[in-house]
């Protein structure tokens, strides 16, 4: 019989940090291995898991449409293309009313980048400092951790990075030839990092004062995990461009770039193409998606699921020393401590519970917004147990 492990170490990259499991089977909040053992998942895929692993909702969906047609290019029409543009306008912050479909959330970020240079004529781009906003070329040109970009350098010229928060020095930033602002509301990758008071408006208006457009990556912080449905909604700010992935179709690759009529079409036939791109399966699982999303209201679940979830991470804050802080919104959450979390998240794979993480000290929680209270509960007396031996373990 085949092993998983040894055959994905053989044949597969090195670029993954590997936990020491194999999952074979999902379901809402909680995943099984191949003994047969359930696990709840913090991790959700780094924040795929939006509505649960396999949704019923989704996977109707996926069987239905895969029955019928599974790829369709965007040079010919297709009806679950155009269901699923309908239903993301819909419910996209109002006057983005366009978008362009691809596979992941870097490429989604890339045609926004290409999308402001081409409507803009000028070249540069101004992201922030702790930004995450993927691998590809320009993708990783915006991002910040110096440890993604050194072996890949030089890299798309005209970025410059400003510190997240400091709308002062974002002004001073911006030249004559930058042509908008990338900015994720909630840094991700960064650490969960929320932005001061006021800071998302600041932004907006410096875009409109300077004349540059504003760049939303709201691939980990859309569609519902903040409390609203799409994390900009929190601080009343519209984009000018917004990206999203991740979870938009319950697991199935996608990535959208959604923007204004008058932005999007200054792209001319063959500027920007995706062989998958809007392919009906994704669609049509996209579409089930999205319905899902606001038929059972998960913003409003993450709001009052996150705020307990919050609360009892804080408890356990006030009785470990090792911890830092708890610090999120919605169930977009962060558990920073004052030593390496590897020993705990190995740990806490052995008690059946998976999370991520943010860097070297913080542990990075992206549930499913279908998780229940019982098992948040569950999470946080494995996680003082966990911690609790970690304690002992560091004297």
Same mark, same amino acid.
């Given at each position: 019989m085949m092993n998983v492990m040894q055959t994905e170490d053989e044949y597969g990259p090195q670029t993954y940090q590997k936990y020491p499991v194999v999952i074979v089977r999902g379901s809402g909040a909680e995943l099984w291995d191949d003994a047969g053992n359930r696990y709840i998942d913090c991790m959700g895929g780094y924040g795929v898991a939006i509505v649960g692993h396999s949704n019923p909702a989704v996977v109707a969906a996926i069987k239905a449409q895969a029955e019928k047609l599974i790829t369709c290019h965007g040079s010919l029409y297709n009806d679950a293309r155009a269901e699923f543009f309908e239903k993301l306008v819909a419910c996209s912050p109002k006057g983005l009313d366009s978008a362009f479909l691809s596979n992941s959330g870097a490429e989604a970020n890339e045609v926004a980048l290409k999308l402001a240079k081409k409507y803009t004529g000028k070249k540069g781009i101004i992201a922030m400092k702790g930004a995450y906003h993927g691998k590809t070329a320009g993708a990783l040109s915006a991002t910040w951790n110096k440890k993604y970009k050194e072996a890949f350098e030089p890299l798309v010229p005209n970025y410059s990075h400003v510190t997240y928060g400091d709308l002062a020095e974002l002004e001073a930033a911006v030249g004559p030839d930058t042509a908008a602002v990338i900015v994720e509301p909630v840094q991700g990758e960064g650490g969960i990092i929320l932005?001061?008071? +006021?800071?998302?408006? +600041? *932004?907006?208006? *410096?875009?409109?004062?300077?004349?540059?457009?504003?760049?939303?990556?709201?691939?980990?912080?859309?569609? +519902?995990?903040?409390?609203?449905?799409?994390? %900009?909604?929190?601080?009343?700010?519209?984009?000018?461009?917004?990206?999203?992935?991740?979870?938009?179709? +319950?697991? %199935?690759p996608i990535g959208a770039t959604v923007t204004r009529k008058e932005v999007m079409h200054v792209l001319k036939k063959g500027e920007q193409t995706s062989t998958f791109g809007g392919n009906p399966l994704s669609c049509a699982a996209g579409s089930a998606t999205l319905d899902y999303i606001i038929k059972n209201d998960l913003p409003g679940q993450a709001v009052t699921k996150g705020a307990f979830f919050l609360q009892q991470l804080k408890f356990l804050g006030s009785r470990h020393n090792i911890t830092r802080e708890a610090r999120g919104i919605g169930l977009m959450l962060a558990f920073e401590m004052r030593v390496d979390i590897q020993n705990i998240i190995l740990n806490s794979v052995k008690d059946r519970v998976i999370y991520t993480y943010s860097g070297r000290t913080i542990l990075r929680l992206l549930p499913p917004l279908v998780i229940t209270e019982t098992q948040i509960r569950c999470v946080i007396d494995s996680l003082d147990k966990v911690l609790s031996m970690e304690k002992r373990a560091n004297g």
């Open positions: 932005p001061p008071e +006021g800071y998302m408006k +600041g *932004v907006r208006e *410096v875009c409109d004062r300077k004349g540059i457009l504003m760049i939303a990556d709201e691939v980990q912080s859309g569609l +519902g995990r903040t409390g609203k449905l799409w994390a %900009v909604q929190n601080w009343g700010v519209v984009p000018d461009i917004m990206t999203a992935a991740k979870g938009l179709a +319950g697991g %199935v």
